[in-house]
């Protein structure tokens, strides 16, 4: 587990910097778990936001959109080989 405090002038953005965030580490390792990734404000760090969708899809794979996309649900994409 890491816990990495960032600071961000709002939710959106920080929701925006954990996705990217969590597609470069996934390019590092495949240890990453996006669904589990949240944000919270530094005062009310008990109050989370998922930042990815993470609902299951058929085949055993996992929604990789934002949260609040409004497009239908589509599977992760797993980082490319290197």
């Known amino acids: ?11 959106l953005r920080a929701r925006i910097f954990a996705r ?9 390792s495949a240890r990453v ?5 949240t944000v919270s404000a530094e005062d ?6 998922w930042v990815f969708c993470d609902r299951p899809l058929p085949g055993g794979t996992r929604c990789a959109l934002p949260t ?3 497009s ?3 599977r992760r994409v797993r980082p490319s080989a290197r």
């Open 72 to 74: 239908p649900c589509t």
């Open 68 to 70: 609040d996309h409004l």
């Open 20 to 28: 990217v965030a969590v597609r470069l580490l996934a390019r590092l």
């Open 1 to 11: 587990m890491i816990h990495l405090p960032i600071t961000a002038p709002d939710l």
């Open 33 to 37: 778990e996006p669904g589990g990734v």
């Open 44 to 49: 009310q760090q008990g109050v989370r936001h």
